[in-house]
T-cell receptor, first 115, second 111 residues
Framework: AQSVTQLDSQVPVFEEAPVELRCNYSSSVSVYLFWYVQYPNQGLQLLLK??????LVESINGFEAEFNKSQTSFHLRKPSVHISDTAEYFCAVSLMNTGFQKLVFGTGTRLLVSP | DVKVTQSSRYLVKRTGEKVFLECVQDMDHENMFWYRQDPGLGLRLIYF???????EKGDIPEGYSVSREKKERFSLILESASTNQTSMYLC??????????FGEGSRLTVL
């Protein structure tokens, strides 16, 4: 069975600093990978996803993640964070070639951006 | 835009009560899911459904049941609520591989 590890439960950072949120997964078969974001008192929203093709994927608000198959990682990065990026971020994985979509989520990383 | 609506944002129930959490999606998605979210544990899958009247157990189905009588509606049922079921419950739906659309969540407190 696949699993997802987010080593950092909380990452404090100053505004305009770079940030990396780490995500590692384990699976014996090929996977799809996702990052979801949860703002306070809201549900989860898809931030970006890797299904196939280029291993570097980007979101519309400046985040990017790179799929590294050899290291089984899908770390999320942003070169300069904003106060509004304060949220909880969840990495998720699902198996390719399944008839339906069942995601396994990591435990989440809370990003705290301060002025 | 896809919309997943959960009927109640906040509920307070007593131990032993029967609890219904309703979820409706408006995009004709085949797949629907119920997750439970707890601090430090992330999201854990309770049940999912890939078609009307079809259901599959997730990772933590004990103490829960579900109903999917119509494609757009997926209900989570707690037959006899207990204090350890105090949590945030998230409903989601999907069609294609990968992208789940989530509701805003239902925060349940069991006293």
């Amino acid at each position: 069975a696949q699993s997802v590890t987010q080593l950092d439960s909380q990452v404090p950072v100053f505004e305009e600093a770079p940030v990396e949120l780490r995500c590692n997964y384990s699976s014996s078969v090929s996977v799809y990978l996702f990052w979801y974001v949860q703002y306070p008192n809201q549900g989860l929203q898809l931030l970006l996803k890797y299904l196939s093709g280029s291993t570097l994927v980007e979101s519309i608000n400046g985040f990017e993640a790179e799929f590294n198959k050899s290291q089984t990682s899908f770390h999320l990065r942003k070169p300069s964070v904003h106060i509004s990026d304060t949220a909880e971020y969840f990495c998720a994985v699902s198996l390719m070639n399944t008839g339906f979509q069942k995601l396994v989520f990591g435990t989440g990383t809370r990003l705290l951006v301060s002025p | 835009d896809v919309k997943v609506t959960q009927s109640s944002r906040y509920l307070v129930k007593r131990t032993g009560e029967k609890v219904f959490l309703e979820c409706v999606q408006d995009m004709d998605h085949e797949n629907m899911f119920w997750y439970r979210q707890d601090p430090g544990l992330g999201l854990r899958l309770i049940y999912f459904s890939y078609d009307v009247k079809m259901k599959e157990k997730g990772d933590i189905p004990e103490g829960y049941s579900v109903s999917r009588e119509k494609k757009e509606r997926f209900s989570l049922i707690l037959e006899s609520a207990s204090t350890n079921q105090t949590s945030m419950y998230l409903c989601a739906s999907s069609f294609l591989a990968g992208e789940l659309f989530f509701g805003e969540g239902s925060r349940l407190t069991v006293l």
